[in-house]
């Protein structure tokens, strides 16, 4: 007989969210332990005293869990304690090294994995990689740092000068006066320009391609990373865009890069502006798609490319779901 521990948190006490937390748990177990379904002798969960609206072993029956028995308990109040936390104890038959499962805010309750630690998710647009990586800092409770937001204020701050997004010596004086800036509120990262939160302005068609343009120069590049890395040498984070892996933070602790084919990447953009209130040619949307990635993968600092020791994920034909289970996956086998 085997022991299996993990634990997991959710955001708010509600069935959905336990439903979904316990779910994701019991699979990630499974798929780290190699777990076959009769194999499960028993599950144990113990939950905090603010979880009351769900029994987690009733998630753990609706999520197919149907051979073994299962039981519920709630823990007493510990001052100081993890909130919303649902921790769970597998007995199964079969005697080999548990692999134990830790996910989202309950990482923290593992000695060996409660460090600081940097995800680096690269990848062309339209591939998921800004999805997933607010996504994953969300379930993990990281900070989740836009990158390319950075390079897009710095784009339209030309634009909205008439400064020559190509000439290097334009863009720095532009930046001089106004430069970009992170703050963050509730979580949630605001990108502010000379005090105006330029968030969405930022998502503008014609910023996009302004900001590969602005971030080929080389002052512009390096004052954006510079901070990047300071953020990232303070706290947990996961970072996407292009070169982050393998210029940006070379010795990230996880490195992912997201791709898909460039018709399906055209297709996601456009479905993304569309929703926003733009109006968009998608054959239009394609060749700059592909000139975008051609700029990227040509620009002679930090191009788009793979680093060596980054995980590939084709998302062509993936859920944005399949997507993220593949990739805490990977970050679970490494933990």
């Not at 905090?48 to 519920?72: N, V």
């Not at 090294?97 to 000695?111: I, Q, S």
């Not at 510079?226 to 070169?243: F, P, T």
């Not at 940006?248 to 055209?266: G, I, M, Q």
Request: hydrophobic content about 40%; glycine content about 4%.
């Amino acid at each position: 007989m085997t022991v299996i521990r993990g634990a997991t948190t959710i955001a708010e006490d509600t069935p959905d969210e336990i439903r979904a937390a316990v779910k994701e748990l019991l699979e990630q177990i499974e798929s780290r332990n190699a777990l076959k379904r009769d194999e499960v002798v028993s599950i144990v969960f113990s939950s905090t005293s603010d979880i009351h609206s769900f029994y987690p072993a009733k998630a753990a029956r609706e999520a197919g869990f149907e051979s073994c028995s299962l039981f519920s308990a709630q823990e007493p109040d510990i001052e100081g304690g993890l909130k919303f936390c649902i921790r769970v104890m597998l007995f199964v038959e079969k005697n080999e090294t548990p692999r134990h499962v830790y996910l989202r805010g309950a990482r923290v309750l593992r000695k060996d994995v409660a460090q600081t630690f940097c995800v680096a998710i690269d990848g062309p647009a339209g591939s998921g990689k800004s999805t997933i990586a607010k996504l994953l800092a969300r379930d993990y409770n990281i900070l989740y740092l836009d990158t390319g937001a950075m390079y897009r204020a710095c784009a339209l701050a030309c634009l909205r000068a008439g400064a020559d997004v190509s000439d290097e010596a334009k863009v720095c004086d532009v930046l001089r006066s106004t430069s970009p800036d992170v703050v963050y509120r509730d979580g949630v990262q605001h990108t502010m320009l000379g005090g105006e939160d330029v968030s969405d302005a930022i998502r503008a068609p014609e910023v996009s391609m302004a900001a590969s343009t602005v971030s080929k120069h080389i002052s512009v590049r390096m004052k954006m990373v510079e901070k990047q890395r300071e953020i990232a040498s303070k706290m947990s984070c996961v970072l996407d865009g292009r070169d982050i892996g393998t210029f940006v933070l070379p010795d990230a602790d996880f490195k992912f890069f997201l791709t898909a084919a460039p018709e399906v990447r055209a297709k996601r953009r456009a479905d993304e502006l569309a929703a926003k209130g733009y109006e968009v040619d998608l054959d239009a949307l394609l060749k700059e798609i592909v000139a975008r990635d051609e700029q990227d993968a040509a620009r002679e600092i930090a191009p788009l490319k793979k680093a060596d020791d980054a995980v590939l994920v084709d998302t062509s034909s993936m859920t944005i779901e399949e997507v993220l289970k593949t990739i805490k996956s990977k970050i679970q086998e490494k933990i």
